[in-house]
């Protein structure tokens, strides 16, 4: 009998540490097989994560997000109903809005759709049967709020917006690769001159940078676009001749914004000479009309004479009168249409110069300076409230003192011929602005209240 149950126990305990190993071998593979779930679902739950970061992340600048770009709009994901994806209705929304309405009629690429002299542009061709795709990305360098208003404007007249940014080079060429357009209105651009000393690289980033890619896109195209891009009258910085003439000397900008328009010009004739591209430089002249920008002083003058705000104006360092070649917008939009329809067909195929191409360089301004007090004075009369005037000695931050333009070359080549003086072009502006922001200028309320008492 002990012999017996010896070898039973024995037999027991073996067969209790053969369990126990089948359990440890099961115990383990369940360890395994969870470790590899829950590797598997922390590495996706990070990918979610790492994906919803680069779509939602928008690089800062000092004060100001204003290049906004994400994954979308290199074609990662595409959605019908959004302006940057692929869909077969957005591109159908973009070959309707390129089609010209009218026989042999422009299909323009208008960059800055959204701005201030690109909406006024788009409109313009538009209205007369040109096909116009608009391309904006709505940064917030002024109230992103007014570019959606006009965004719904430039939608009344049948023209869409991509949205999307000018360094984004596969969204730029997919929009080539689905119109073949003529020409390209190159409006885009980090404007103001003051804000460079903030923010340099924002005028790096899209005034030269944006343009190269551009030039890249165009260069590449089948057939290549005529190209008219907007540069500025700052290129002529600290010249003392007047009027300022294209023959005049533009290598002393005095601010970073105007050191990249010239920049510009350099690069567009480096691109002509060796791609064959047709190129228009216009030098605007401070633009203002309805629909301005809230940067310019006209803009923000109205606005702070309206609230009881005092207002600064600048006085030279010897103490004279600050003065601008003050040009209505609508005389800016004759001057782009013209510009666009005398401008010859580049040259080149498939980055390829086949022959000389054309390279032009206007002013485009009132031929009439204005000293800021004539300025605030016209306000003045138009609100019907008197300005708390701050007169201060003008900082050394890029501004120059006096600008006055010379357009005989564009008035020789298309006829370009300004109509507009500041006094005619304040008014349709404060008529705008009072029924945008919903604001009742204080003469007509005195004149209500005195009706009321008669």
Avoid at 281 to 306: E, H, N, S
Avoid at 326 to 341: P, R, S
């Amino acid at each position: 009998m002990p012999l017996s149950a010896t070898g039973d126990t024995s037999k027991t305990v073996k067969l209790e540490r053969y369990n126990s190993y089948l359990r440890k071998i099961h115990s383990t593979k369940v360890l395994k097989a969870s470790s590899k779930v829950l590797f598997r679902a922390t590495l996706l739950i990070a990918l979610v994560l790492v994906l919803l970061f680069a779509v939602n992340y928008h690089p800062h600048s000092d004060t100001h997000h204003l290049h906004r770009r994400s994954f979308l709009s290199t074609g990662l994901f595409s959605s019908p109903s959004s302006s940057l994806g692929e869909g077969a209705a957005w591109e159908k929304r973009v070959r309707q809005s390129s089609t010209a309405k009218r026989q042999h009629g422009l299909s323009v690429l208008v960059t800055g759709a959204a701005g201030f002299v690109g909406s006024h542009c788009s409109i313009a061709l538009r209205k007369r049967g040109d096909g116009v795709l608009g391309f904006d990305n709505f940064n917030d360098y002024y109230d992103p709020s007014l570019k959606r208003a006009r965004q719904h404007l430039l939608e009344k007249n049948q023209v869409f917006i991509v949205e999307g940014d000018l360094n984004d080079g596969p969204l730029l060429r997919k929009l080539f690769d689905i119109v073949p357009f003529t020409h390209v209105l190159h409006l885009a651009a980090q404007a103001g001159v003051r804000y460079a000393m903030k923010n340099p690289q924002s005028y790096i980033s899209s005034n030269i940078a944006g343009l190269v890619n551009l030039l890249e896109v165009a260069k590449a195209a089948n057939p290549q676009p005529a190209i008219v891009w907007a540069s500025s009258s700052s290129v002529y910085g600290l010249n003392t001749e007047n009027p300022f003439s294209e023959e005049h000397r533009t290598d002393q900008p005095a601010s970073l914004y105007a050191a990249t328009k010239k920049a510009g010009e350099e690069i567009a004739h480096t691109y002509n000479h060796i791609y064959g591209l047709s190129l228009t430089g216009l030098r605007f002249f401070t633009v203002y009309g309805p629909w301005g920008r809230p940067d310019m002083a006209y803009f923000f003058f109205t606005k702070d004479i309206l609230h009881g705000k005092s207002i600064d104006i600048y006085r030279t360092q010897d103490n004279q009168e600050v003065a601008r070649d003050f040009t209505y917008i609508d005389d800016i939009v004759k001057g782009c249409v013209g510009a666009l329809d005398t401008a010859e067909k580049s040259t080149g195929s498939g980055g390829k110069k086949r022959g000389p191409a054309q390279l032009r360089v206007y002013n485009l301004g009132n031929t009439s300076p204005v000293p800021v007090g004539r300025l605030v004075s016209i306000l003045e009369g138009l609100l019907g409230t008197k300005a708390k005037k701050h007169l201060i000695k003008m900082p050394r931050n890029g501004d120059v003192p006096y600008t006055h333009a010379n357009v005989s070359l564009a008035y020789r080549d298309f006829g370009y011929k300004p109509t507009t003086d500041l006094a005619a072009g304040l008014r349709k502006f404060v008529k705008w602005y009072v029924s945008y922001y919903g604001i009742q200028p204080r003469v007509k309320k005195e004149n209500s209240h005195a009706d009321e008492s008669a």
